[in-house]
T-cell receptor
């Protein structure tokens, strides 16, 4: 069966420090991968998605970047964190089929607090 | 542009009472529709999905949803709520012209009174 892992689970970082959040998927190949942010009391905002190694699409201009160095690994990064980067970050994956969207499967999330 | 509206930010029901959470979407054709649930501090879990066929969809944990094309709605229902159903619920739509992205509503937080 497929599983998705995120780490760390929680993170407290000072303003201006770098960030690296990691997401890995097991039990599937060639997935679509997604990064979402969920601010307190808000819905989900799609940040990045990837349909293959090295292929990253950004949905919202921001202080963050994403990379996909391996088929089942998705990394969210920042060179200098801002207070507004605080939130709950969720990674998700979906099967890549020929047409139509497919259900997304979510990881447990990372709670990031920037002080 | 495609959008999803969940008009109720919070809903409180008594344990054992019935539940209906509303979801309306804006799209020119029939989209793919999903309901997810999120417990505090957790990721999202898929409750059910509608792609085509029977407009009444059964999901996990005793939930069901009905797709009504004329009303552009996909409301989630449960006949008898349990205290463990307290969580946040998200409706999502997948446009037919994209293989990649889902559009999520802003969520409805369900509180259950004992």
């Amino acid at each position: 069966s497929q599983t998705i892992h995120q780490w760390p689970a929680t993170l407290v970082q000072p303003v201006g420090s770098p960030l690296s959040l990691e997401c890995t998927v097991e039990g599937t190949s060639n997935p679509n991968l997604y990064w979402y942010r969920q601010a307190a009391g808000r819905g989900l905002q799609l940040l990045f998605y990837s349909v293959g190694i090295g292929q990253i699409s950004s949905e919202v201009p921001q202080n963050l970047s994403a990379s996909r160095p391996q088929d089942r690994q998705f990394i969210l990064s920042s060179k200098k964190l801002l207070l507004s980067d605080s939130g709950f970050y969720l990674c998700a994956w979906s099967v890549r089929l020929g047409r139509g969207p497919n259900e997304q499967f979510f990881g447990p999330g990372t709670r990031l607090t920037v002080l | 542009a495609q959008s999803v509206t969940q008009p109720d930010i919070h809903i409180t029901v008594s344990e054992g009472a019935s539940l209906e959470l509303r979801c309306n979407y804006s799209y020119g054709a029939t989209p793919y529709l999903f309901w997810y649930v999120q417990s505090p501090g957790q990721g999202l879990q898929l409750l059910l999905k509608y792609f085509s066929g029977d407009t009444l969809v059964q999901g996990i944990k005793g939930f069901e949803a009905e797709f009504k094309r004329s009303q552009s709605s996909f409301n989630l229902r449960k006949p008898s709520v349990h205290w463990s159903d307290a969580a946040e619920y998200f409706c999502a739509v997948g446009p037919m012209d994209s293989s990649y992205k889902l559009i999520f509503g802003s969520g409805t937080r369900l509180l259950v009174r004992p």
